[in-house]
């Protein structure tokens, strides 16, 4: 017993004259803390760091502090980036997977909701109002503002997409709302002064369509101008938005028996 006691004095002994030659965890240059600081990843990882002691929890983040160098954009294309606002700033975060996390101050997008985003372009909806449904084009990074014209106030469209830049002739918006066996297709070109909107009924039209119900589970993707939705059960409906919707309207999957 008194063995044991002698070498755990021991242990703590050559542990203090370690610290003591070396110094503490606690006096590492607050430069370096927030250099590692900002390569951490996870939360986990955050919390670990910052149990550590009270100086590397008081390190800085270096990451939260770039403002976006408004002008360069030579590494956007690198890869894409994670878009997030923070609730208690207002501001917006732009993560970067290989460099920092960077922010800005995007006062256009206040009180609005961000439907899409495609190529550095937001497809964004708001009014001063709640009720106003104003749908738009805007780059934070440039900050150009590209109007569409206001969806009907009696629409509930929910899942957005476009295809092609906002300012290329090529460009397609296409909106959607779903109600199980009720799909409200809206189609706009950037320039157009009205939305083009069809109504399908699958309890109409089992003729056409092997399915009596589809639940679109996210927004719909371009593929050679076509349209992709997905649904909840794994069918996929593909239609052509700038041809008559109904008519072009196909489905693929799995548990397509009536």
Known sequence: ???????????????????ENHGFWSDL???????????????????????????????????????????????????????????????YNFFHPLHHTYYMDIPELLNKKILYSKDGWLLVMGGKYAEEKQ?????PFTRKKIDLPDL??????????????????????????????????????????????????????????????FCISSNPIFVDKYCYCLDVDGKVAVFDPLDDCENSLEFYGMRLSR
Not at 6 to 17: L, P, T
């Open 1 to 19: 017993m008194a063995e044991a006691l002698d070498e755990k004095e021991s242990m703590v002994k050559d542990f203090a004259d370690e610290e």
């Open 29 to 91: 240059p607050t430069e370096l803390l927030s250099s590692i600081r900002s390569c951490l990843v996870s939360e986990r990882d955050y919390y670990i760091f910052d149990i550590v002691c009270k100086s590397w929890k008081a390190s800085p983040n270096l990451r939260l502090q770039l403002q976006f160098p408004i002008g360069d954009y030579s590494r956007l294309h690198e890869s894409p980036l994670l878009m997030s606002i923070s609730k208690r700033s207002g501001r």
């Open 135 to 139: 749908v738009f084009f805007f780059n």
């Open 152 to 213: 009907p106030p009696d629409t509930a469209f929910t899942k957005f997409s476009f295809f092609g830049l906002p300012t290329s002739e090529d460009c397609v918006v296409v909106g959607i709302m779903n109600l199980l066996s009720l799909m409200e297709i809206a189609v706009i070109k950037p320039g157009e002064d009205d939305w083009e909107i069809e109504d399908v009924d699958f309890r109409e039209t089992d003729e056409n369509y092997p399915v009596k119900k």
